[in-house]
């Protein structure tokens, strides 16, 4: 066992090895092959072989440096994915523990919180005051 170990760490000298991209799409992979379960289609399967293989081929691939701006190219786009998607749990979470009125007079929209009952509410803008349930 140490022996293939050993073999296999001086296979991988001067190869790329595993990054961020790589365990992306070994995830996938998976995440495809549970799919193809319940899917049965084969076209599941090639696209999970198909993965596998690039997985593969990116670990084992000599030209580092392409193999690291694609790593790079990935990081930048799950970043703004990420950066996306917590926007939109920031947005749900507000819409669920406030309420945004207009000010009847002048448009202005103000943040109420929930659960408070009938509050007057102030509008910083045009200082009209309204009573609103919250
Ligand atoms: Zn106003």
Redesign the pocket.
Request: charged fraction near 10%.
């Given at each position: 066992m140490s022996q293939f170990r050993e073999r296999f760490s001086r296979f991988m000298i001067g190869r790329y090895g595993a990054d961020k991209l790589s365990r992306f799409l070994i995830g996938f992979t998976f995440a495809l092959i549970v799919a193809g379960i319940f899917i049965r289609s084969y076209w599941v399967d090639i696209a999970a072989l198909f993965l596998m293989v690039l997985s593969y081929f990116r670990m084992f691939s000599r030209n580092i440096g392409k193999r690291f701006e694609e790593n790079q190219k990935f990081e930048r786009i799950s970043f703004r994915v990420t950066e996306f998607f917590k926007k939109w749990r920031f947005k749900f979470q507000q819409m669920r523990q406030y309420h945004i009125y207009k000010?009847?007079?002048?448009?202005?929209k103000i943040r109420i919180p929930r659960g408070k009952g009938k509050v007057s509410v102030h509008?910083p803008?045009?200082?009209?005051d309204f009573i609103k349930k919250s």
């Open positions: 000010c009847p007079s002048c448009g202005q509008c803008k045009c200082s009209t």
